[in-house]
């Protein structure tokens, strides 16, 4: 590919997301991640885009009306691509054909119902992005849960989908959150808190999907401690310390190498 002709489709590709960074960009166009330097290089220079350690910011939209721009939810899908998505095949290895599996909004429990697409299940989501991955799949039994769309990250929140989430039964609940710190978990939103604790009262087991950056994190809203989470997956990166912590609170490990 010719470099006008690639630097077009990065272009687009981080028009698009918000963000990502330069493992994501080279595996999208098939070359190296140095070649995606010199490219990021030249478009900083042109002031489309502002670079970041190992990453990337589109700004070049940014007298684009509000409507325009990328969710949060999109400029989130391009950090820690690859982590999230062993992360979301270690967790797909949880759900057998049939079950029935209720899966919270987020960007790595995105990639893990990614993972579940060829799978026979019922699956129920408050996510708008998830459900979309479904919409045509005659193998999955979709059930949204309704209610107030959260349009940062694209989720159904309020006492219609808690009302809902109430009036099911799943054998799993997969969720993420925005931060783990001191065995307390930690979300952006009030509301997607109030959400999530009913989730976690409708599952027989929890399964909280979380990468090891998010260790040490705090964020606006507790949301429990850690020993209510039955499996905890994250990667290879994760600290001894934190580690022992997880095990300590008498959840299941499992690590994404």
């Known amino acids: 590919m010719l470099i006008p002709a690639r ?5 687009e590709l981080l028009a698009e997301r918000g963000m990502g960074d330069h493992e994501w960009l080279a595996a999208e166009l098939k070359v190296s991640p140095s070649t995606i330097r010199r490219d990021l290089e030249m ?4 002031g489309l885009v502002q670079r970041t350690h190992g990453g990337v910011i589109w700004v070049g939209d940014k007298d684009k009306p ?3 721009r990328p969710y949060a939810f999109d400029q989130r899908m391009g950090y820690q691509i690859e982590t999230k998505r062993k992360i979301a095949r270690v967790a797909a290895n949880l759900v057998q054909a049939g079950d029935t599996v209720l899966v919270d909004g987020g960007t790595t429990t995105y990639y893990l119902a990614e993972e579940l697409a060829d799978r026979p299940m019922q699956l129920v989501t408050n996510s708008l992005p998830i459900s979309n991955l479904f919409i045509n799949n005659d193998q999955v039994e979709l059930i949204l849960t309704g209610g107030l769309l959260y349009p940062r ?10 009302s809902l989430i109430t009036s099911i039964h799943t054998r799993t609940l997969f969720m ?3 931060g783990v710190h001191q065995g307390t978990l930690y979300n952006q939103n009030m509301l997607l808190v109030q959400a999530e604790r009913k989730m976690m009262q409708q599952a027989q087991q929890v399964v909280l999907l979380v990468d090891s950056s ?3 994190q705090q964020a606006l809203c507790q949301l429990c401690q850690m020993s209510e989470m039955d499996i905890v997956v994250t990667d290879s990166d994760l600290s001894d310390e934190d580690r022992n912590k997880i095990e300590a609170a008498g959840c299941k490990l499992l690590v994404a190498e």
Do not use: C, D, N
Request: charged letters at 20%.
């Open 43 to 46: 478009l900083e220079q042109a």
């Open 153 to 162: 990250y694209g989720v159904l929140l309020g006492p219609m989908a808690e």
């Open 214 to 216: 998010k260790f040490g």
């Open 7 to 11: 630097q077009s489709r990065i272009k």
């Open 176 to 178: 993420s959150v925005a």
């Open 66 to 68: 509000p409507g325009t």
